[in-house]
């Protein structure tokens, strides 16, 4: 009798124990795919930017890479495989092949974005919705300064901030980043336009409207 006892209670201590390792090793999934989400979106990731040189540039992908490593041996950890659907990942294989070697030039593609879309659709939902709602703070943050720093512009405010060319082409236009740092603003011939971080305002705009799409339009949702 006493003997069963213990049992129950190792086994139920087993368990938790199991259970609390699971949870973290999900978190660490979810941080490491919001990193990626967050990093790969930001305008200095795109090769010819001017907001970053030339040598920093080719560095800012390194965390990504960790990143990906870092859910490769979560996997391994657990001794569980990929909940890929064996059509999506041929298609993914395909679309990267296609990009790399027909439509895009050096900058735009590289092996860490098959990488990167293998890994999104192999994690689970409940990584991807961790990941999700972490990115939402992002772009709430940005978001909030980036309204701050239109208003300073605006105003003359005094918040700090460089100017630069918007991209190579921009600067035979005279199109420009206001650069204020956590918020990217393009002053050009349409006008003065809030892009968060990312590289230009409808890429901004686009991921916004989608969070209020899948959020039902409550802005109060978590």
């Not at 603003?185 to 809030?194: A, W």
Request: aromatic share 18%; proline share 3%; charged share 15%.
């Amino acid at each position: 009798m006493g003997n069963n006892r213990a049992f129950k209670i190792m086994a139920r201590k087993t368990l938790k124990f199991s259970s609390g390792r699971h949870k973290t090793i999900l978190s660490i999934r979810g941080w490491c795919i919001a990193v990626i989400a967050i990093t790969s979106s930001l305008a200095f990731m795109h090769g010819d930017t001017t907001l970053i040189s030339e040598q920093v540039n080719r560095m800012v992908g390194i965390p990504n890479y960790f990143a990906s490593i870092i859910i490769i041996a979560t996997l391994f950890i657990e001794n569980k495989s990929f909940n890929l659907y064996k059509p999506l990942a041929l298609y993914i294989v395909f679309s990267w092949l296609l990009m790399t070697f027909w439509f895009y030039d050096k900058f735009s593609i590289s092996p860490l974005t098959l990488i990167v879309m293998l890994l999104f659709c192999g994690v689970g939902d409940d990584v991807l919705l961790f990941a999700f709602k972490k990115y939402k703070i992002f772009l709430l943050i940005t978001s909030a300064y980036g309204i701050l720093s239109y208003t300073s512009f605006l105003f003359s405010l005094g918040l700090p901030f460089t100017t630069v060319p918007y991209y190579s082409a921009g600067e035979s236009m005279g199109w420009t980043y206001e650069n204020y740092y956590l918020a990217l603003l393009v002053l050009s011939t349409d006008g003065l336009r809030l892009c968060g971080l990312f590289n230009e305002p409808g890429y901004f705009g686009t991921i916004l409207a989608l969070y209020l799409i899948s959020q039902k339009m409550n802005f109060k949702k978590d």
